[in-house]
């Protein structure tokens, strides 16, 4: 009986690993709140055998594997061949969420604009705490100090901007851009420090091992060229000789070029200091698509640019002709803001849409990657409805174009994983932030 029992045992073995590789598994989660998943679903037919995290018993994980060199390596994965597919759900109603938005916008407002980092924290605190992925929720962790810090640094490089433009010295508005410019790694650092190195899942905080210095030798040198640059040409467009008009074109020309690679530093900066836990993240992105899309993001913002001047342009014709109004320079400068404002709304969905795939569908570790499936089409349409909304009902529809939008945004990224959550969340600490060494 003994070596019957060995014989059983052995042919168990051998078998069980074949049998698992049947296909890949799209398996979700059905309900938010509580770790439970539905039994795993092989795409493409087959079967899978039944294990712990498909047929949703708790799985407790080893502290740690034997031969394991990182935490990430610790970490039990799936079966070779099974993938766990899990979608993020937003399951916030827009009633609620404009009552919250309504007030934060009265708090701003009664204090002349020094609560609106609360404000903002606030809402988007809301928007998290009904975000859930793998029966956890997001939320922020701590309150928004760095967030005060990171919009007055802001206030001030803006306004010491707009000042130095707004005065007579050319010199001086060529000066502040450059030291705006220069300034600006110390903001973007702020920022990645409030979000998303406040990010937490199921209590669980998001590691972010970027600092100040590494910010710098990434997107500094890039932006200090295009600082100069944009002084350079600032500087030489007060005169009016033929061939510095040449060189500002050029050297404007140059700053438009260059600002796709600044993006593409810092989107792989942002993301591969990332981490889930024991799970560092790495962006395997390059250059190339960041060209593409600033020249997919040129040719529509063209488009849409000469389609808007065309209709206000014959708007204003009619409005002149049929009505005795005589426009002056201050209505013509109403009419170019609008031009700007209108195509604007309709370019950064297009660029938001594109810089979702471009940033998510790169991102990634051995263990777990992410995938974005957002329609680009469809969701500019949407976001040029609730501009038009927004403008009608001059301002009151926001808080319903600002849920509608971050549905879109959440419910089309999903998480690939080669590990169970359950597993991810018991190898991840709830009180420490954790020290993710595993790629």
């Not at 500094?220 to 002084?231: F, I, K, T, Y």
């Not at 002709?321 to 201050?330: D, I, L, V």
């Amino acid at each position: 009986m003994q070596y019957i029992a060995r014989l059983v045992g052995g042919l168990r073995a051998h078998v069980m690993p074949l049998s698992s590789r049947a296909g890949v598994v799209d398996a979700v989660d059905t309900e938010p709140g509580p770790d439970t998943f539905t039994r795993a679903r092989p795409i493409g037919g087959g079967s899978v055998a039944p294990s712990a995290w498909s047929t949703g018993r708790a799985t407790v994980p080893p502290a740690v594997r034997p031969g394991a060199k990182s935490a990430a390596d610790a970490l039990p994965r799936l079966p070779s061949g099974v993938v766990h597919t899990v979608p993020v759900r937003f399951e916030g109603q827009a009633r609620e969420y404009a009552w919250l938005w309504w007030r934060c916008a009265a708090l701003v407002l009664l204090t002349a604009g020094l609560a609106l980092p609360c404000a903002r924290a606030m809402t988007r605190r809301w928007l998290l705490r009904h975000t859930w992925v793998a029966g956890h929720s997001l939320d922020l962790a701590a309150p928004a100090r760095t967030a005060c810090l990171r919009d007055l640094l802001g206030a001030g490089l803006l306004a010491g901007v707009v000042g130095a433009l707004a005065g007579e010295s050319t010199w001086a508005a060529a000066a502040a851009i450059a030291l705006a410019f220069a300034a600006a790694p110390v903001w973007l650092h702020l920022r990645l420090a409030d979000d998303p190195g406040r990010l937490t899942w199921g209590g669980r905080r998001l590691v972010f091992k970027g600092t100040l210095g590494a910010l710098y030798r990434a997107v500094g040198p890039a932006l200090a060229g295009l600082g100069l640059l944009s002084a350079g040409a600032l500087a030489l467009a007060s005169t009016q000789a033929r061939v510095v008009w040449l060189i500002w074109g050029s050297l404007a020309a140059v700053t438009l070029a260059g600002l796709p690679a600044v993006w593409a530093r810092w989107v792989a900066y942002r993301q591969q200091h990332l981490a889930l836990g024991p799970l560092a993240l790495t962006w395997r992105g390059g250059h190339t698509a960041f060209w593409s899309l600033g020249l997919r993001v040129l040719t529509w913002g063209t488009l849409v640019s000469a389609v808007v001047a065309g209709v206000l342009s014959m708007g204003w014709a009619l409005l002149v002709t049929w009505t005795p109004w005589q426009p002056g320079p201050a209505a013509h400068r109403m009419l170019v803001g609008a031009w700007l404002a209108l195509s604007a709304a309709l370019v950064w969905p297009f660029l938001q849409a594109r810089l979702h795939h471009l940033a998510w569908n790169h991102t990634g570790c051995r263990h777990l990657r992410f995938r974005s499936t957002l329609a680009v089409g469809p969701y500019v349409r949407r976001c040029a409805r609730h501009t038009l909304l927004t403008v009608l009902s001059l301002g009151l529809y926001r808080p319903w174009a600002s849920v509608d939008a971050w549905r879109l945004r959440t419910e089309a990224l999903a998480v690939r994983s080669r590990v169970d959550p359950r597993v991810l969340a018991a190898h991840w600490s709830p009180d420490a932030r954790g020290t993710a060494d595993g790629r």
